[in-house]
């Protein structure tokens, strides 16, 4: 089982919309990031996707932070055309970002990435060891977050896009996003405890979660995004057995056998205690901090789905703004899909789903799938304090 069955769905799961594959774009497709297979999900995709921004010239970052020229051009890096919601000012968020201790570039990024085949990954990875997995049409790439951790950011490219896999330990996500024809880097600041990225063509600012710029030329644009699977080592090789996994050869020295926050396997540190290393932008006492929700930041505002409620019981239903949204367990991965709904019954049993009467698989759902990720909640209530969340 393919947990991106294609190409297409890939590209659409993304929320890259097929016109805007002509040109290497890979400019938005549904406004919220959905995708799916009907025809009129299809439709919206092509009509909502090929950003029609133009190049405002080229420069260097440090021609951008003089207010010199600088490039905007969505060939060089693709944004969506509808922005993500956001629920601070951009003010507010820049005003609440701090270092992180390392700086600029001090957490590097992989930028010349390695694979092993699976046999060889074997000899360094456990089958519980977590790994943030994709599933293209031609390629299948897993990323160790034991390697991440000491990353945060691969730039590399799947089925010929260019892409960057991210991961920020301290509100454990991992993100996948286009980009272009340049590349992402660590900016050593943190919001909401949350990684800031910097983009190496304009140096704007783009914390992870929100992936919107709050800084820099591209203030108030969003990326396109695609969704990566938070599993296991053992649970991908099995629904992948053809995958490569990012390797150790990553030109920098570093002891991918310690975890400077814990340990995943088994969990213990900071990723299962209530300490957060920073303050959060607001506090919801709901869950325990570490809590993991499924989130996902649909045009009608965010929604997060409480990822135990879902492994108990296989379907939760939300409505954000008036629009159903399900999110689907997948037991293969230990991971879940969210879908936009349209009306269409749907039951859950024995790890299969039932739409409107006919099984399918939780990854195969014939919904408008919206972009989601796994968040520690206090990360998630942080950004988003008007969430709504189904348990």
Partial sequence: MSWVPGRRAFLAASGVGLAGLAGLAGCLGDADGTGGSSETDTATEAADSGSTQSATGRGSAEAASDGGDYSTDTSVLPTRDQPLPVEWSFARLRDETLSGGPPKDGIPSVDEPSFWSVSEADEFLAPG??????????????????????????????????????????????????????????????????LVMYDRETDSRWPQVLATAISGPFEGQ????????????????????????????????????????????????????????????????RYQEKAVVVGARPREGAVAFRKESLREQGLLTGEVGGTTFHAVYDPALDTAHVYRGDGTDLSYADGQVSVGGETVAPDALPLGRVVDFDAMWFAWAGFYPETVVVA
């Fill in 129 to 194: 060891d977590i790994v943030f997995g994709v599933a293209g049409e031609s390629d299948v790439k897993a990323y160790p977050q034991r390697v991440l951790v000491w990353h945060e950011i691969t730039n590399d490219a799947i089925d010929g896009e260019n892409v960057s896999v991210t991961y920020c330990p301290l509100t454990g996500t991992a993100m996948g996003f286009f980009r272009g024809e340049t590349e992402f880097g660590v900016s050593g600041r943190l919001v909401n405890s949350n």
């Fill in 222 to 285: 969003s990326l396109t995004e695609f969704p990566l699977a938070w599993t296991t080592w053992g649970e991908w090789k099995a629904a992948h057995p053809d995958t490569v996994v990012l390797s150790e050869e990553t030109g920098h020295v570093r002891n991918y056998n310690r975890d400077p926050y814990g340990e995943y396997n088994p969990p213990r540190g900071y990723y299962t205690n209530k300490n957060t290393l920073f303050a959060p932008l607001s506090a919801d006492d």
